[in-house]
């Protein structure tokens, strides 16, 4: 009887704690210092790299950033931080770090048990509409990549825009 009450407790509190975990996800919005949706001109020793398409659709530009302060997590090592831009705001941060156990479980101790996919073979993290993370291994590295929400469906906002003046105009 008593097991039961102890499943029946962790049964409901599970999900409780895993919205705290995404709530910390939220409020951090991003890698160290450098914040998703935050202008391109807020982070020290970003350096415009090329411009591109996203999703094949939307201009975009990527800055790599160099600077002391994003050369560690803790005690491992980082080896490049780039940033995706739309229209001057930061939508996307990719992190890359040589291959370390302890950024998974550092990753895990801020934002709880990640959401693992067999398809794509990565590890998520989700804030509601807000803000997501993916953690991809393989032998050599890890890659990060924290990803706006807001900043993705106000690309997806602008293009019906275009696409209703376009049709406006005929």
């Known amino acids: 009887m008593i097991r039961f009450f102890y499943l029946l407790f962790f049964v409901f509190t599970a999900p409780i704690v895993h919205a705290q975990d995404n709530e910390e996800l939220a409020r951090r919005n991003g890698f160290k210092d450098i914040k998703l949706g935050s202008p391109v001109d807020s982070v020290k020793g970003a350096e415009f790299e090329k411009e591109f398409i996203e999703l094949k659709e939307f201009e975009a530009k990527l800055y790599s950033v160099h600077n002391p302060e994003y050369e560690k997590i803790g005690e491992a090592d980082v080896k490049s931080v780039e940033l995706k831009i739309y229209k001057g705001l930061i939508y996307e941060i ?45 032998r050599k590295e890890i890659k990060l990549v924290y990803r706006s929400y807001p900043m993705v469906k106000t690309m997806y906002a602008d293009k019906k825009k275009k696409i209703e003046a376009i049709a406006d105009d005929f």
């Open 94 to 138: 990719i992190v890359i770090t040589p291959r370390d156990p302890r950024i998974m479980r550092g990753l895990e101790k801020s934002y709880g048990h990640a959401k693992y996919s067999i398809r794509t073979e990565t590890y998520s993290w989700r804030a509601k509409d807000k803000i997501g993370l993916i953690y991809k291994g393989n």
